[in-house]
DNA sequence: ACTAAGAATTCTGCATACAAAATATTACAT
DNA sequence: ATGTAATATTTTGTATGCAGAATTCTTAGT
């Protein structure tokens, strides 16, 4: 039975970002390193180790002498992070073989579908639709890619939060992931490749208003 | 009279960085943290803290209870990070206002045709040739990519030392920096990040062969 | 001489300690 | 009451300490 061996930088970084999902953090908050280190049960060390990981992917800033504090929230960050993804997922579903996505289309249609049904809680939503595109973009050889847009994608783990209790997003983005698996499904990689930025730029759109202004 | 006051990881970072490009580390070397810390004058906090920071950049890897060392190159990755880069750039260069890239390009038009005259080492080129983009590029509003670009970009510099020594690869980039600026003063947008594009897939060839194989 | 077990050493990962910077509080003058 | 200077407190940034894992060295046995 494994035990727990990884570094605890890493389980600290999981662990902020699920609360961050969970909303338990306002941006811009200040964040008190011996505070949160208590709460976590571990010292400032692995935590600052965290906390400059998360600075790095854009979750956190850091001000010389006063410490970290989680980045404010803007919809120009959003938009330009929407840009950014948008490139990279697409770039990464030109990369990929075709036939392998041809194989995977049924499952990504299916899950799709099987989108809304799921009358989980938001949280277990966000990180199925996570699941989605991990898998829409699995058949990546470049690795690079596939952890760069890991990490772009935590920075924007700060939004997330913002879509709660509103399903109609949610299913809007089930009907367009259903368009990009079809489009995969008939082989046509162009096609899926555009319905996927258009989702991205959607989903941007969906999300804006909810970015409380600066 | 403003004093050096920046936090010391990130100075030992660019230290590193600076190393790496003198060709001072050899690539999948292991790194002793002590003497390391010892040899450049802080104690091993500051320094895990930049090692960290430069493994999330993908300059090194880390192992839990074998610590860091800096990541093997391949062929396979240094493309992976020129297909990154790429679409990075291009997009960048696709957002920027075409009249700024219009004032710019006498001055970018300059600075490529003075490249190869510029006797200096050729870490000091390389330099240069950062800085020629960084100015392609100064014209993006997306400033979450540029800082995306620059932190990708430094996951590259385990590669640029293996040039040292041939000059005939940077004045082929000079020879493309001319074009992209050319097609900037024409206006012409779509052609420069064209240009570009190749610009990026042409200097990954030239790097290739220089790359020992696995 | 070669292998394997085990001891000794080295090194990492995490915790704690300390100094300096930043922030909060108090005292006082206006 | 308001602003300000002096002081106390908090908090970060860096250094040091320590336990355990990984590695190297030693040596006994074949």
Redesign the interface.
């Known amino acids: 039975m494994g035990i727990e061996?990884?570094?605890l930088?890493e389980q600290i970084r999981e662990e902020l970002l699920l609360r961050l999902d969970r909303g338990d953090f306002a941006a811009g908050t200040d964040i008190n390193e011996a505070a949160l280190a208590a709460e976590l049960g571990v010292s400032r060390?692995p935590l600052?180790?965290a906390l400059?990981?998360l600075a790095?992917?854009?979750v956190l800033e850091?001000n010389?002498g006063r410490g970290f504090r989680f980045a404010p929230v803007s919809r120009k960050?959003f938009r330009?992070?929407c840009?950014?993804v948008a490139?990279?997922e697409t770039?990464a579903l030109r990369?990929s073989d075709p036939a392998y996505l041809r194989r995977v289309a049924p499952e990504l249609l299916a899950l799709a579908r099987g989108f809304p049904d799921a009358v989980a809680e938001r949280q277990v939503i966000e990180r199925h639709d996570d699941e989605w595109h991990d898998l829409l973009l699995s058949g990546c050889p470049?690795?690079?890619?596939l952890?760069?847009i890991t990490?772009?994608k935590a920075?924007m783990r700060r939004y997330t939060h913002l879509l709660a209790g509103d399903d109609a997003p949610l299913e809007r983005a089930a009907a367009e992931h259903c368009r990009i698996a079809e489009h995969l499904a008939e082989g046509d990689l162009p096609a899926a490749a555009e319905a996927l930025r258009d989702n991205w730029v959607n989903g941007m759109e969906r999300m804006l208003s909810r970015i409380p202004a600066p």
Chains 1, 2 share one sequence.
């Open positions: 061996r990884r570094p930088r060390t600052r180790e400059i990981t790095g992917e854009g850091s010389q960050e330009e992070l840009e950014i490139a990279l770039l990369l470049n690795e690079r890619l952890d760069l990490s772009v920075g």
